[in-house]
């Protein structure tokens, strides 16, 4: 079934580790691609990742962007703010606009 694999010859199918997935009929788990994530055994898909959040591939988790940057849905790194923005939290989708009578380089 679909979040496990076999290989030739196998009397049953294994689950699939964290991190990875599978359709129906693999070999083979894929792993989960930058932006995505598995945090759990056995899955046909991976999900994705928030806004402000990142993953590199493979992934069994989210991390949150630091301070000062940001990041879009689905997202493999965080941006930094650009001049005249800020994020002054983390886990932030996109910057602030710094007010008037201040500025951020």
């Not at 928030?50 to 000062?68: E, R, V």
């Not at 703010?81 to 983390?90: D, P, Y």
Request: with cysteine; aromatic share 6%.
């Amino acid at each position: 079934p679909a979040g496990s694999y076999s290989s030739g010859g196998a009397t049953s199918c294994s689950l699939c580790p964290i991190g990875t997935y599978s359709t129906l009929s693999s070999a083979v788990c894929k792993s989960c691609s930058a932006g995505t994530f598995a945090s759990s055994v056995g899955l046909s898909s991976c999900q994705i990742c928030p806004a402000g959040s990142y993953s590199s591939g493979g992934a069994t988790s989210c991390s949150l962007c630091p301070i000062g940057t940001y990041s879009t849905l689905s997202s493999a790194v965080c941006k930094s703010c650009s001049a005249g923005t800020f994020a002054s939290s983390v886990g932030l989708s996109s910057c602030q606009i710094c007010p008037a009578g201040s500025y951020s380089s």
